[in-house]
């Protein structure tokens, strides 16, 4: 969406730039070796916590913050990941496959059109997942087509439009495809809804409260009302 692509441009202009990878490893800085006990234990935290920080402050968020989320140092984070660009890549790829697979979870499951769809949407969300969207897959601007999705709607210049320029992004463009196709078949969901439309709803976080409690429950109301927006309604 906009708001991730700002980050991720925001992430780009402070200096997160791809470093080439050294020792022929990967570019995380994966080893082909088991780590150390203490270091697969950092590189846990660290994960974690870049996931909790993107998530809730968008992929612009500073290596500092993870490497205070995660308890460690700034130098341990760029240890492990050379520079913030291979750290956000490393995350939007396992979060699109986290989101990949609930989809197929949801198509496999449930053969209501109308349930696997709510049921992908209600997944995604409590995950989190949503947030951490690549965010190059939500862009503003004239719709280009996607030959593995199901026919969009026209979209007029400043709205949403899709774009998979890897292989992990198109395979969930298309599995959500997949569910959007049946579910407007069926005749469950509005004629004019699109795939974009439906990674936005996952990609809208509700607003930050500081009981957990009541965040959970003011982002099941905030999808409650969304999907409410995507259901088909009787002429």
Do not use: C
Not at 123 to 152: C, K, Y
Request: aromatic letters at 2%; zero cysteines; a neutral charge.
């Amino acid at each position: 969406m906009h708001v991730q692509d700002s980050h991720w441009s925001s992430a780009l202009a402070n200096g997160a730039t791809m470093s080439a990878p050294t020792g022929g490893g990967r570019p995380d800085g994966a080893r082909t070796t088991p780590l150390r006990v203490d270091a697969q234990r950092n590189l846990e935290h660290v994960l974690r916590a870049a996931r909790e920080v993107f998530g809730e402050l968008g992929y612009g968020a500073p290596m500092e913050d993870v490497a205070r989320r995660a308890r460690v140092g700034v130098g341990t984070v760029y240890r492990r990941f050379p520079s913030k660009d291979v750290l956000v890549r490393r995350i939007a790829e396992e979060e699109t496959s986290r989101l990949t697979e609930q989809a197929r979870a949801a198509l496999g499951q449930e053969d209501e059109p109308w349930s696997a769809l709510s049921r992908f949407l209600r997944t995604s969300v409590a995950s989190g997942a949503g947030r951490l969207l690549p965010p190059q897959v939500l862009r503003v601007g004239v719709a280009e087509e996607h030959p593995r999705l199901p026919q969009q709607r026209t979209q007029a210049s400043g709205e949403l439009r899709l774009v998979a320029d890897d292989a992990g992004a198109s395979e969930l463009l298309s599995v959500v495809g997949q569910l959007v196709d049946r579910a407007r078949g069926a005749g469950a969901l509005r004629a004019d809804v699109s795939v974009s439309d439906v990674l936005l709803v996952i990609a809208t976080p509700a607003p930050s409260l500081p009981d957990a409690a009541q965040q959970a429950a003011a982002s099941s109301r905030l999808l409650d009302i969304l999907l409410e927006g995507l259901r088909s309604r009787p002429v």
